[in-house]
């Protein structure tokens, strides 16, 4: 995901991390598509469906935690909006489509993501929610620039 509030200086900066992190994920096998998006609800479209395995996010963050402009609690909402959606236009029944969307916003279960944005690994707290056991997560130590290499976490088994 690339956000949209990026100036062309920041995209000129990201572009080759951005093809970096799609040639890298195409070699592990994932199906990997460039998306950019102007608010939480366009990335939890995708995070909603249990087949999304990994992620980027390339884009700003005022605070740590914080993915376009969104806090867990906004991320886990949208995403279950998103998934109840899903499910009842599969047919199924309003209260099991919410629990469906509700249990995957609440297991996300993510192998791998990263996630170049400023204070992105200033906690675990993001990696925690979007990660499995094992998973692997990039992010940055405070204020970001351009060319500043990312910081990994695994989530503890």
């Known amino acids: 995901f690339v956000s949209e509030d ?26 990997v598509r460039t998306k950019h998006v102007k608010d939480i609800s366009e990335i939890a479209e995708y995070l909603a469906n249990p087949s999304t395995k990994a992620m980027a ?3 700003h963050a005022g605070v740590p935690g914080e993915l376009e402009g969104a806090r867990i609690d906004t991320i886990k909402s949208a995403i279950a909006a998103q998934a109840k959606h899903k499910w009842v236009s599969e047919g199924f029944s309003m209260d099991n489509a919410s629990e469906r969307g509700a249990y995957r ?12 944005a400023c204070y992105s690994s200033d906690t675990t707290a993001l990696a925690d929610y979007l990660l499995m056991p094992g998973g692997i ?21």
Request: hydrophobic share 35%.
């Open 105 to 116: 916003a609440n297991n996300l279960n993510l192998e791998e993501a990263y996630i170049f």
């Open 57 to 59: 996010f390339i884009g």
């Open 6 to 31: 990026m100036s062309w200086w920041d995209y000129l900066f990201a572009y080759w991390r951005m093809k970096h992190v799609e040639n890298y994920y195409k070699a592990k096998g994932f199906q």
């Open 137 to 157: 997560y990039w992010g940055c130590q405070g204020s970001l620039g351009g060319t500043d290499f990312l910081t990994s976490y695994t989530k503890p088994q």
